[in-house]
């Protein structure tokens, strides 16, 4: 996707959408602190059933107008798994076929990235705005999102406590106009570069939120993401900080996790030293989804969430009562990756399977492991032995800690993650640079026992 080519028509709208107020006609395009909240997984009416909806281009009608969307079901799909289920809203002037393929940058960076690191555990929505935009006149856009989420939800099996949203620019507004009014149907949103351009109707109740904002947008300032946030924060119960944000020049970004926050609602800021876009890179004043930080960011703060024995979101789209905005003061930094583990590994070495699975590009690669208990006994607290293939450096991961970053790599369960029931599976995570090989570890252990290895 080549942002750069559509900065100045964004400006544009988003100029025009100040001078006049009419915030309809605007662009909004688009190490987090654990959940310890979770919850059971409900079935959906499309649990059991053989789909009738496909993969591909969709349509469907709704306020008396035919929209379009993308569906894409995991190629292993099973109908007595409930999936995590995630809708990506495209920029002002872009599209939900860009979104789909990932434009110029191909499937790495399809569905903002998170299609190639979801190893077909998840089903994505890419939505169609009206004239490439989301205005949400009366709701409109709203209520599609909704009967989108009821066609497909009738259709296919979906964990009704993991269902997520994010977008850019004009569709990281939507993110936030779902955030505000259907907290009870988004476990949590991530919004890029976004600005309240898209209504907020409610917006008072907690939603797990994460901004990214470049810390000198000359599209939509910087101040404007930070509300967006503060809304939470306050929404959130958290306390209110005052966050580190990278200088200009620094190339760099500093991700800020809040503290105080109420269980299972975390709120999680990263701002970047860079302009306009969802792909920044460190180092770079260059722009690519293959090679972004946001990708596995992301991923980490969505796949935080677990379904288990406590309350969380409800099964069914609805409305959230209107309010006014609150908001707080800033945050205080807090740098990612990740946290320290909750527990310290216990309970006897049980056997183990491990599931790696690469994708890899030029000089990065992203690599899933999907960890089994295969023995009798509960885990409670792990670590992951494994070695990294010569010329591999992690850069990020979701899920887990990991200790070094080359070379021989421990990699340990975060606080929601710890416990493994016989025949239980729990996937982690990470990007990293490579120069050539690209290969995954040939052995690992879980708290000193052999895996095997599939």
Wanted: glycine share 10%; proline share 6%; hydrophobic share 30%.
């Amino acid at each position: 996707m080549r942002q750069k080519s559509i900065f100045a028509a964004v400006a544009a709208a988003a100029l025009l959408v100040l001078a006049t107020g009419q915030a309809a006609l605007s662009d909004s395009l688009g190490t987090a602190k654990s959940s310890s909240a979770t919850a059971v997984a409900a079935a959906t009416a499309g649990c059991g059933k053989t789909p009738t909806l496909r993969s591909g281009s969709q349509t469907i009608t709704t306020s008396g107008k035919n929209r379009s969307w993308i569906l894409r079901i995991p190629d292993n799909y099973d109908n007595t798994r409930p999936y995590r289920l995630i809708i990506a809203y495209h920029w002002l002037n872009g599209t939900a076929q860009i979104v789909d393929s990932g434009g110029s940058d191909g499937a790495v960076w399809a569905y903002y990235g998170l299609k190639q690191v979801s190893n077909n555990s998840t089903i994505f929505i890419a939505p169609q705005g009206i004239n490439n935009g989301w205005g949400n006149s009366n709701g409109e856009d709203l209520t599609f999102t909704d009967d989108m989420l009821k066609l497909v939800e009738s259709n296919l099996c979906v964990d009704t406590t993991q269902r997520f949203a994010l977008g850019w620019s004009y569709g990281g507004s939507m993110s936030f106009a779902v955030a505000c009014a259907r907290p009870t149907v988004f476990r949590a949103v991530a919004v890029y570069s976004g600005a309240q351009l898209s209504g907020c109707n409610g917006g008072t109740q907690p939603v797990a939120y994460m901004g990214i904002h470049g810390t000198h947008d000359s599209v939509l300032n910087i101040s404007q993401g930070r509300a967006l946030r503060d809304r939470f924060v306050s929404n959130n119960g958290c306390t209110p900080q005052s966050p580190r944000e990278p200088a200009q020049g620094s190339l760099t970004h500093i991700i800020t996790a809040y503290s105080g926050c109420r269980a299972g609602y975390p709120v999680v800021w990263a701002a970047f030293d860079g302009d306009h876009t969802p792909s920044p890179n460190d180092g770079s004043t260059s722009t690519s989804g293959a090679r972004t930080w946001t990708t596995a960011e992301v991923w980490k703060f969505f796949t935080q969430f677990q379904s288990g024995p406590s309350q969380s979101p409800s099964a069914s789209p609805s409305q959230s009562p209107s309010q006014s905005p609150s908001q707080s003061p800033s945050q205080s930094p807090s740098q990612s990756p990740s946290q320290s583990p909750s527990q310290s590994p216990s309970g006897g070495p049980g056997a183990c399977r491990v599931t790696a699975t690469v994708n890899a590009w030029n000089n990065g690669l992203t690599e899933n492991l999907a960890i089994t208990n295969t023995g009798s006994s509960t885990v409670n607290g792990w670590s992951l032995v494994f070695t990294l293939p010569g010329g591999q450096t992690i850069t990020s991961g979701w899920n887990a800690t990991y200790s070094p970053t080359s070379g021989q790599v421990t990699a340990k369960n975060m606080s929601y993650n710890g416990t493994l029931a016989p025949g239980a599976t729990t996937e982690v995570g990470f990007q990293a640079t490579h120069t050539g090989n690209a290969g995954k570890p040939t052995s690992f252990t879980l708290n000193g026992s052999p895996c095997t290895v599939a």
